[in-house]
């Protein structure tokens, strides 16, 4: 099997003392709050180190900078997004912390599928592919066993939370 196009670069560790308290305060929506809010200052952060640090790195969130093209602007637009990385894919949810909306970059994806995401100092072109289905089901419990709030964003909302398969464009 070829390497995979994406680095796995995360910095911190899963096993930290503040992993377990960081994940259940962020489960909760003043914790959903807060980190919803510390976006802009993560974006600053990951563009300035095309990838490789991020506020969520001492619990070792797995974190990708996404850039979509907006839909309504053509303007770049760009978001710090936890990733499941398989095999020559990484993963995307738009949980958008359990509300009521779908987050824009999602509609971005639909109109327009080209992204480029910057991960562990590269920048990286791909294809956005929406996950439907049993496969969808199998990648949110990905996401859940990884960082433990996404079954609590479920119980927020009534929307069918948008995933996407990123591949690389090489």
Known sequence: MAESPFPDVRWGSETSFIRKPAVKFASTKPGSWVIRNLAGVDRWLLTKSDGRFTVLGPIAAPVVLLTTTGRKSGKPRTSPLLYY????????????????????????????????VAIGGKKIPVTATRITGDEKARIYR????MVEVYGEYETRTDRDMRLFALTADL
């Open 85 to 116: 990385r398989e095999a020559d894919k990484i993963y995307v949810v738009g949980s958008n912390f359990g509300q009521q909306h779908h987050p824009a970059w999602t509609s971005n994806l639909l109109a327009d599928p080209k992204a480029v």
């Open 142 to 145: 990905q996401f859940d066993a």
